[in-house]
């Protein structure tokens, strides 16, 4: 039986995304590569919102059965590594939202599964790449790049089952995202008790967690963006580019 993976290397100006296919055999087949890229002149809330709409472009068309993750780390530059994680949240909600079932890896973890050397550098892990799919050239810009490093990563760690799914507290601590399905189960729980408490389904898992929210914001569900927001501040669409195309953005990097 056949597995589509999706491998996003998290970014805020420049995303990449890697589709990758696993045969039953173990054999892995590149399906698709780009980046999602958004404009530097735009506030953070709508670059965030940009993005969002691109991943979930991308979820729609291939239908990932998997989705695997960088972990983030930064040293350095702070103030970049946090717009980073912003953007690295909003592509966590958005695929655990179309998918469930999420994966994330070290940085040394990637490089260690495909090269065997956890220091590897770009140069190494491109050629790698380019040669596990059986590809003409590298895959470009870097970003798709190591978007389909992700993905072929989590090919070969899927073995291991959950232990690198996204909220297993024995692999790594302070995460407290949602595991595998367990949000698809919690939309049903949140239908479940809107059926019985006469509200609409939502993603809590009862009643009582939505009245809480209702009494501490006014209304479940407010943001800080709004739709005049989006009318005046979101005129470009979501710049998503295939295999092979080089984007014009510059990813703001982890350090």
């Given at each position: 039986?056949?597995?589509?993976?999706?491998?996003?290397?998290?970014?805020i100006?420049?995303?990449?995304?890697?589709?990758?296919?696993k045969?039953?055999?173990?054999?892995?087949?590149?399906?698709?590569?780009?980046?999602?890229?958004?404009p530097?002149?735009?506030?953070?809330?709508?670059?965030?919102?940009?993005?969002?709409?691109?991943?979930?472009?991308?979820?729609?068309?291939?239908?990932?059965?998997?989705v695997?993750?960088?972990?983030?780390?930064f040293?350095k530059?702070?103030?970049t590594?946090?717009?980073?994680?912003?953007?690295?949240?909003?592509?966590?909600?958005?695929?655990?939202?179309?998918?469930?079932?999420?994966y994330?890896?070290t940085?040394?973890?990637?490089?260690?599964?495909?090269?065997?050397?956890?220091?590897?550098?770009?140069?190494?892990?491109?050629?790698?790449?380019?040669?596990?799919?059986?590809?003409?050239?590298?895959p470009?810009?870097?970003?798709?790049a190591d978007?389909?490093?992700?993905?072929?990563?989590?090919?070969?760690?899927?073995?291991?089952?959950?232990?690198?799914?996204?909220?297993n507290?024995?692999?790594?601590?302070?995460?407290?995202?949602?595991?595998a399905?367990a949000?698809?189960?919690?939309?049903?729980?949140?239908?479940?008790?809107?059926?019985?408490?006469?509200?609409?389904?939502?993603?809590?898992?009862?009643?009582?967690?939505?009245?809480?929210?209702?009494?501490a914001?006014g209304?479940?569900?407010?943001?800080?963006?709004?739709?005049?927001?989006?009318?005046?501040?979101?005129?470009q669409?979501?710049?998503?580019?295939?295999?092979?195309?080089?984007?014009?953005?510059?990813?703001?990097?982890?350090?």
């Amino acid at each position: 039986m056949c597995m589509i993976i999706l491998g996003i290397d998290p970014g805020i100006a420049t995303l990449g995304y890697g589709v990758i296919e696993k045969d039953a055999r173990g054999n892995f087949r590149a399906i698709d590569c780009g980046v999602v890229v958004t404009p530097k002149d735009e506030s953070l809330p709508v670059r965030l919102a940009m993005l969002e709409e691109g991943i979930s472009k991308i979820l729609d068309k291939f239908k990932p059965d998997e989705v695997a993750m960088e972990e983030l780390f930064f040293s350095k530059n702070i103030t970049t590594g946090i717009a980073v994680a912003h953007a690295r949240g909003v592509a966590l909600l958005t695929c655990v939202k179309a998918c469930g079932r999420l994966y994330e890896y070290t940085p040394m973890q990637i490089k260690q599964a495909l090269t065997g050397y956890g220091r590897a550098d770009k140069k190494q892990m491109q050629s790698v790449v380019t040669s596990l799919l059986h590809l003409s050239s590298i895959p470009k810009p870097d970003d798709a790049a190591d978007a389909l490093a992700i993905a072929l990563c989590h090919g070969y760690a899927s073995r291991f089952g959950e232990l690198f799914a996204v909220g297993n507290m024995t692999r790594t601590k302070g995460n407290n995202a949602a595991p595998a399905s367990a949000y698809q189960e919690l939309m049903a729980a949140g239908a479940r008790s809107g059926k019985r408490g006469g509200k609409s389904g939502t993603g809590f898992s009862s009643a009582q967690s939505i009245g809480a929210l209702q009494n501490a914001t006014g209304i479940a569900g407010v943001t800080g963006v709004g739709r005049a927001s989006f009318a005046t501040k979101m005129p470009q669409k979501p710049k998503t580019t295939g295999a092979g195309t080089r984007s014009t953005g510059d990813k703001e990097k982890k350090s």
